[in-house]
């Protein structure tokens, strides 16, 4: 699965490389610098978009009441 995410100013490519995170794959193909892109990597950010965080699987609180 190709994912391409638009995370260069947050994100550099090698911190990026082997992380485990989440992405949302049921999306319609996206071209984004002309590469095919099949899904999203789920992030947060602040009010001011200055700051983004990804999401993984260890930061989910998936407890159920």
Known sequence: LQVI???K???SEQ??????VI???N???ANMRGVQSYG???C???AEHTRCDRLSQLELDLTSD
């Not at 911190?15 to 485990?20: A, K, L, S, V, Y």
Request: glycine share 8%; with cysteine; net charge positive.
């Open 5 to 7: 995410s638009g995370l």
């Open 23 to 25: 992405v949302c794959c």
């Open 15 to 20: 911190e990026m490389q082997g992380r485990i």
């Open 27 to 29: 999306l319609k193909p």
């Open 44 to 46: 947060a950010s602040d």
């Open 40 to 42: 999203m990597v789920m």
């Open 9 to 11: 100013k947050f994100v």
